[in-house]
């Protein structure tokens, strides 16, 4: 079994702050690709990061230069700093990976979400 498990979600001000984590556990091999996700109230869901294995990172043009996306491979977590935040930014934000089992099967896997709202 694999779980990830989101934390660090809340009620923000305008121009403020969260970091969110991402944390994968059980029978885990190897993680490749990690990211996050946003689904705002009757919209898509969307990419909002991604990181490699090695550490590249990929950004949506919306959160560039005000999101920083991190991961400890050690930890098998991985990090959203979120600063500058507008209400735009609003949305349950889930995190996933692309990864290897101990059972050698890969597969891609889903938080369950947590929630980030922006308001004044």
């Known amino acids: 079994q694999v779980q990830l498990v989101e934390s660090g979600g809340g009620l923000v001000q305008p121009g403020g702050s969260l970091r969110l984590s991402c944390a994968a556990s059980?029978?885990?091999?190897?993680?490749?690709?990690m990211g996050w996700y946003r689904q705002a109230p009757g919209k898509q869901r969307e990419l909002v990061a991604t990181?490699?294995?090695?550490?590249?990172?990929n950004y949506a043009d919306s959160v560039k230069g005000r999101f920083t996306l991190s991961r400890d491979n050690a930890k098998n977590t991985m990090y959203l700093q979120m600063n500058s935040l507008k209400p735009e930014d609003t949305a349950v934000y889930y995190c996933?990976?692309?990864?290897?089992?101990?059972?050698?099967?890969?597969?891609?896997?889903w938080g369950q979400g947590t929630q980030v709202t922006v308001s004044s």
């Open positions: 996933n990976a692309d990864l290897l089992t101990w059972k050698l099967t890969r597969d891609t896997y």
């Open positions: 059980g029978s885990i091999f190897s993680i490749y690709d």
């Open positions: 990181i490699t294995s090695g550490g590249s990172t």
